[in-house]
């Protein structure tokens, strides 16, 4: 694998994990489709130097096309994923006119009970 490779993975992968970090429902479906190509691009690199055939008759070395089937199933899983956040995020502008995560009242309720538990 090439150093070219391993750093897009990685600068993918961070973008994508700063981005699913925010508040933003636009910015949490770009960060999660930049971490499904991402995770692509590692199966295709995991699956070793290109230029060997599939199928050979004669019997040598194939390559192994496990990777390339793990890698179609990732594009499918990152489509579904991001219609789904789309669908999400475009009910979220229907209902309060932007697409910002709110908090969570009882989430907010029960760490402010937690709090008050541990000071004596």
């Not at 897009?8 to 479906?29: D, M, N």
């Amino acid at each position: 694998m090439s150093i070219a490779l391993l750093f897009a993975i990685g600068g993918l992968t961070s973008c994508g994990l700063f981005l699913i970090t925010t508040r933003s429902l636009s910015r949490i479906v770009l960060g999660f489709t930049l971490l499904g190509h991402a995770a692509v691009l590692a199966l295709l690199g995991a699956g070793g130097p290109g230029g060997d055939a599939p199928i050979t008759t004669t019997g040598e070395e194939i390559s192994n096309p496990l990777p390339q089937a793990l890698a179609l199933t990732a594009i499918v899983i990152s489509f579904g994923l991001t219609l789904f956040l789309l669908a999400l995020a475009g009910r979220q502008q229907t209902l309060t006119g932007d697409d910002l995560v709110e908090d969570d009242l009882e989430d907010r309720r029960i760490a402010e009970s937690a709090d008050q538990q541990d000071d004596p």
